[in-house]
């Protein structure tokens, strides 16, 4: 089992940037897989960024080119950067990480607001 704690939400403006960072209590070498969620007001949740232990990277179709997921295996903590937020990038957004095995585990998540 790990925890992870998301951090670095808040209310931007349109056009704005913001940095998410998700800290695990233990190493990152093992996860299989580690990235974002996000879940708007009366939506599903959608995946936003992933990235494998080998370091290559996944982006829904409508963050592609704003932002970028990273991470600093040192730090055991993955990093969401998010350049030109629109309203809707609105969410709570979720740290997830996937082990070999299949099994996963989930941040508290952050809320991100973005108003135009």
């Known amino acids: 089992q790990v925890q992870l704690v998301e951090s670095g939400g808040g209310l931007v403006q349109a056009g704005e940037s913001l940095s998410l960072s998700c800290v695990a209590s233990?190493?990152?070498?093992?996860?299989?897989?580690m990235g974002w969620y996000r879940q708007a007001p009366g939506k599903q949740r959608e995946l936003v960024a992933d990235?494998?232990?080998?370091?290559?990277?996944n982006y829904a179709d409508s963050v592609k080119g704003r932002f970028t997921i990273f991470k600093d295996n040192s730090a055991n903590t993955v990093h969401l950067l998010m350049n030109s937020l629109q309203p809707e990038d609105t969410g709570v957004y979720y740290c997830?990480?996937?082990?070999?095995?299949?099994?996963?585990?989930w941040g508290q998540g952050t809320q991100v607001t973005v108003s135009s």
């Open positions: 997830f990480a996937d082990t070999s095995a299949g099994f996963r585990s």
């Open positions: 233990r190493s990152i070498f093992s996860f299989a897989i």
């Open positions: 990235i494998t232990g080998g370091g290559s990277t």
